[in-house]
């Protein structure tokens, strides 16, 4: 298995679109963690953020976040609204954003790892008969069961031979975490792991509405 740095983020988003995938993307939340201080805790005003070098990359993904939450019944704004510089965003900054509309949760997103497993698929061989109808003869005439004992055995006997390979599945992980701003307390996280996205836009749906439903179902949103 090998790893890919997770220090620039969404930058790796650039790169899903070489991936092929045959397969729906899927995204569980691997583990989780709720902080038992904020049991009766809902939030209805959350401030997104992505943590990312690549604004391109932060801008998509905060709204895709935010639309998620809204689709679950919840209220989030995207930082990059407020906040749209490309740099590192200053504490005093987020703090003025946060007074100006009143947020009571900041929800932080990172990138944890990209890992690729490859699996070594055996070679396997099965009987593949080949059956002949003869028009007029019938299924049991000249069919399958009709051409003599030799061409009953002859298409029985044929094989299909697949050799081995090998099957490599990506998997992004991402570490997703809610605050209180009434405390600053950690309420929550999460990490999501996202199996063989098939494009951009779809690894960020994926990944947004597992988390959301996650809380909406830790009720930490309406």
């Given amino acids: 298995m090998t790893k890919t740095r997770p220090s620039k983020f969404f930058v790796f988003l650039v790169a899903l679109s070489s991936l092929a995938a045959c397969s729906k993307t899927t995204t569980n939340i691997s583990q989780s ?75 932080i997103t990172r990138l944890l790892s990209v890992d690729k497993d490859q699996d070594y698929v055996e070679p396997k061989a099965y009987n593949n008969p080949k059956t002949t109808y003869y028009s007029g003869g019938g299924y049991y005439g000249r069919g399958y069961y009709g051409g003599g004992y030799y061409g009953f055995y002859g298409t029985t006997y044929a094989k299909v031979h697949e050799p081995g390979y090998f099957e490599t599945s990506t998997t992004l992980r991402l570490e997703t975490s809610l605050y209180s701003l009434a405390t600053d307390g950690l309420v929550w996280t999460g990490q999501s792991d996202t199996v063989d996205p098939e494009s951009i836009p779809d690894a960020r749906a994926s990944m947004t509405a597992a988390v959301a439903k996650r809380l909406k179902e830790e009720r930490l949103i309406p």
């Fill in 33 to 107: 963690y709720r902080n038992p201080g904020f049991e009766e805790t809902v939030f209805k005003n959350l401030l997104v953020i992505g943590v990312s070098e690549n604004q391109e990359g932060r801008q998509a993904f905060e709204d895709a976040f935010a639309k998620a939450i809204a689709d679950e019944g919840g209220g989030a704004q995207a930082s990059w609204t407020l906040l749209p510089q490309n740099t590192q965003l200053e504490e005093e900054q987020i703090r003025a954003a946060i007074e100006a509309k009143n947020f009571d949760g900041v929800l």
